[in-house]
């Protein structure tokens, strides 16, 4: 159950937040894309609510369907709360608020904490976010654009298309220091997310790709578009297929703790497409049970690149904590 989106009593001085309280259903735990859906969907309410234009029938000045496509998404968590934990009736407060982009894109964080603790009754601030993060707490941080199709029934060539009235310049801006840019322009010239100097981490040879037919029933939204969330089940599809290269059990795969999951969103593909992922890691030195995963989504027939991933899973035997380089 989802409560109506209010307006928050607050000081004057402070940003505009959308709060709501909700229970875990089936459908928003277990598989990977559930929990992302969920917040997606909240995404959309959250630009609805404060950027003055309703996300859901947007169009462009001609009236063509213009889409707030994820172009950026990241889950951040902790060993005590990841996504995995979430069960059935679980009751979650979650906070969110936007910040300017320009008119052609918009930046939406979101906190979620247990019902019933203080995390509630905080403000939003992405220095939290990106400095302080709280055991107790997920995080999740979009970055989205607004895009339209260039060609009509075709999912690949996606152009820029801002709905007339997207309020951008009424949404607070964001510090410099915690724009998403940098970070998603690395990962698309590095594929990873992670610094590939940092000797911290240390390859693990070997690699792992399985092809991924784009399932039509199960990775298509509702407007032929391939479903973002989708791109989260196929990332597990990677991790597992790699976790059991390397000799691990189904069940000793569930019961890792995925505290830290960015996607960058590169492009789109049509129905007929099959994918390639790929995935390698790299192990915490010292502490083989903090493990980082790339995997990249590629269309198997050009080899244009798709999305790409980086994942930080802790399993039983993690020492280290959250390290500050990660949290950047």
């Known amino acids: 159950m989802t409560t109506p989106i209010t307006r928050p009593r607050r000081p004057a001085e402070a940003l505009p937040e959308v709060r709501r309280t909700v229970t875990v259903r089936p459908g928003m735990c277990g598989p ?16 609805s609510e404060l950027g003055g234009t309703d996300v859901f029938t947007a169009s462009d000045g001609a009236g063509h369907p213009t889409y707030l496509a994820f172009y950026y998404f990241r889950v951040r968590g902790s060993r005590s709360f990841h996504p995995r934990l979430l069960g059935f009736g679980d009751r979650l407060d979650v906070v969110s608020g936007c910040y300017d982009q320009g008119s052609e894109s918009v930046l ?26 709280r055991e107790d707490c997920l995080y999740v ?15 690949q060539g996606l152009v820029k298309s801002s709905p007339p009235g997207f309020r951008h310049e009424a949404l607070p801006p964001l510090p410099e220091e915690f724009s998403p840019r940098a970070v998603y322009q690395g990962a698309r010239r590095d594929l990873t997310f992670h610094d590939p100097a940092d000797p911290a981490y240390r390859p693990v040879p070997g690699t792992v790709t399985v092809e991924h037919p784009v399932d039509v029933v199960r990775d298509v ?15 597990d599809e990677a991790l597992l297929a ?27 593909a049509d129905v007929d497409t099959v994918l390639t992922l790929t995935a390698s890691s790299r192990r915490r030195s010292g502490d083989p049970g903090d493990e980082l995963t790339d995997v990249v989504i590629r269309d198997r027939d050009t080899g244009r690149v798709i999305a790409v991933s980086t994942t930080r899973t802790l399993t039983a035997g993690t020492t280290t904590g959250p390290s500050r380089k990660e949290s950047q």
């Open 141 to 155: 941080e979009n970055f989205n654009r607004w895009v339209a199709r260039g060609t009509p029934g075709s999912n």
């Open 32 to 47: 990977s894309s559930l929990f992302p859906g969920l917040l997606g969907d909240f995404t959309w309410e959250t630009v």
């Open 221 to 235: 939204n509702g407007v032929g578009l391939l479903y973002f969330a989708s791109y989260f089940a196929m990332v």
């Open 108 to 133: 939406t964080l979101h906190r979620v904490s247990r019902s019933g603790g203080q995390d509630a009754e905080r403000p939003l601030d992405p220095a939290e976010f990106h400095l302080a993060p």
């Open 242 to 268: 790699l976790w059991r290269e390397r000799g691990g059990t189904d069940a000793g795969f569930l019961g890792r703790a995925a505290v830290d999951q960015q996607i960058c969103y590169l492009g789109n």
